[in-house]
C-alpha cells in the first residue's frame, strides 16, 4: 500500500515529536518545513541552527529515525 503525503507529514510529525525532548533539552528544536516525494525539509531552531553539529544531529539521528518509521522516506532536507 502506498503512503500517501498526508500519512508520511502525520507520521514525520510523531517521530519528530518523541526526539523534541532531546533537542529542546539542548536549547534547541525542528520545524517540519514540507514533505515531497518522500523528501523531508526541516529547519533547525534556537541552538540547533547554529550548532556545528547540526549536521550530525539530522543525518545521525533524525534521519536515522525517520528511515525506520516511516515507509517511503528517502532524505531530509535542510531549510534554512
Known amino acids: 500500500m502506498a503512503v500517501t503525503q498526508d500519512t508520511m507529514y502525520e507520521r514525520v510529525e510523531e517521530v519528530l515529536n518523541k526526539l523534541r525532548p532531546f533537542l529542546l533539552r539542548d ?4 520545524e517540519l518545513v514540507d ?3 518522500g523528501i523531508v525539509k526541516l529547519r533547525l531552531l534556537g541552538a540547533c541552527g547554529t550548532c ?4 550530525i544531529t539530522l543525518k545521525a539521528g533524525i ?7 516511516v515507509p ?7 531549510v534554512f
Not at 534521519?63 to 518509521?69: D, V
Not at 517511503?72 to 535542510?78: D, H, L, N, P, T
Request: charged content about 35%.
Open 72 to 78: 517511503g522516506f528517502v532524505e531530509i532536507e535542510q
Open 27 to 30: 536549547g534547541g528544536d525542528v
Open 52 to 55: 556545528p553539529s547540526s549536521t
Open 63 to 69: 534521519e536515522r529515525a525517520l528511515l525506520e518509521e
Open 35 to 37: 514533505v515531497e516525494d
